[in-house]
Each structure stands twice: as C-alpha cells, then as structure tokens.
C-alpha cells in the first residue's frame, strides 16, 4: 500500500510551519553543509567578541598549560552533547509544534524566554546574561526557521560554545571548561561580562546581533527540499 508521510509548511513571514516527523534532524545532502556554514558563522562571531573585549577593556590569551589531551576530550563530547540536547529541546519538536499552533514569532518568543529561564541557576548569573542567552535563543530559532533543518542551528550553538570555552578559554555562561587557552577580560562587567563570560554583557549582545546580521546572508533557495 502506498505509505503517507506526515507534513506541515513552514514559512516565517506567514508564521505557517513545515517539517517531517524527524522535526528537523533528518539527514539530507545540505546537513552537513549546514554544520559547517553554521561553524563558520560561530567563528565570525567570535572574532566580533575578542575585538568588542579588547575595545571595552582589554583581552589577554595565553596558552593553558594545565590542559591534557584527555580533559580537552571529554569536554568536546560534553559540548556535542549538551549542543544536541538543547537544540531538539528548544528548537526541536516543541518549537515546531507551538509554530504550527500560535505562530512562528510567538513560538520563538516563547521558546526562548524559556531557553533564558533553563539558565538561571548558572553560576554568576546576571540580568543582562539571561536577556543575551534570550536573544541566543531567538538567534537559534531564526537559523532553525531559516534552513527548516536544526542542523544550522546546530553547527552554530555547538561552534559557539566549543570557541568561546574549550578553545579561547572564557567562561561559559558561568561555567568554567577545559581549555586550550585562558582569557583575562578587563573592562567593568555590564561590558564584558565577568565571571559569567561574554555573554554577561555587552559584547555578548553585540556578537549575537552580529550573529542575526549573519543570518540575513542565508540563501534560501534549498528550502523545498524534501525528505
């Protein structure tokens, strides 16, 4: 019998969904295209936050003599996974489903301001750390609605926090990682973020309005592809 696969479209300006029952993950010949464009812009966007640093108070980066090969390994599982995680948590089904029901913008307003709460109780939290990882979230949901993939999104997130904690050696949204280098930020903390890392302040703000800058360059002509 002739099988019938289940679909909704999606477009952002008509705030109308589309996915497959995969919600995003299934693999076709642009995911790993998408991983690799999404890295691209994570890095763009790291340069942008070295040079907001230096601007607002200073960037020093030394080599971390205390990492092993080991403890740089465990930590980049951890990063694909925690990536993985909340990308199918907050841009994945539940995303999708409140798009199809409420709306694209609402979805994501929604999806973020949660993806700001999840944050809460990290370590040296601050009020403008909670609005950056809010304005994260809609980044992440725009690159989702974008390529109608969580591969984007994906490649994004897991380059961002890979950068900015595992190699530059800043804090991670409060959380201190193995590292490859250390970062000492000077500057007053709503600029720079202090021990919340840069996404505590200013240049965090500025790297993620960067990053929906970079957004805009995104070409749209694979969205009708088909699983």
């Known amino acids: 019998s002739r099988r019938r696969h289940t679909r909704f479209k999606c477009d952002w300006s008509s705030d109308v969904c589309s996915s497959d029952l995969t919600f995003g993950t299934a693999i076709r010949p642009r ?49 694909l996974g ?51 990882t809010i304005l994260a979230g809609i980044w992440l949901s725009a690159a989702y609605v974008k390529s109608r993939s969580l591969w984007l999104p994906y490649g994004l997130h897991f380059a961002w926090n ?27 903390e709503f600029l720079t973020g202090g021990a919340y890392g840069p996404e505590g302040g200013l240049v965090g703000t500025i790297a993620f309005a960067a ?4 957004l805009k360059f995104w070409k749209r002509d694979h969205l009708q592809e088909t699983s």
């Open 31 to 79: 995911s790993a295209g998408d991983v690799l464009k999404g890295s691209a812009m994570a890095a763009l966007m790291l340069l942008v936050t070295c040079a907001a640093c230096i601007v607002f108070g200073g960037l020093d980066l030394k080599p971390n003599g205390m990492a092993t090969a080991l403890k740089l390994a465990e930590m980049l599982l951890v990063l």
């Open 82 to 132: 925690a990536a993985a995680f909340e990308e199918l948590v907050f841009r994945g089904y539940l995303l999708q489903t409140l798009m199809k029901g409420i709306g694209g913008w609402a979805a994501v307003a929604v999806m973020s301001v949660l993806f700001g709460a999840a944050h809460l109780n990290n370590p040296n939290v601050s009020a403008i750390g909670i609005i950056n």
């Open 162 to 188: 890979t950068g900015l904690g595992l190699i530059l050696g800043f804090s991670l949204s409060g959380i201190n990682t193995a590292s490859i280098w250390t970062a000492a930020v000077g500057g007053r």
């Open 211 to 214: 990053g929906m800058g970079l």
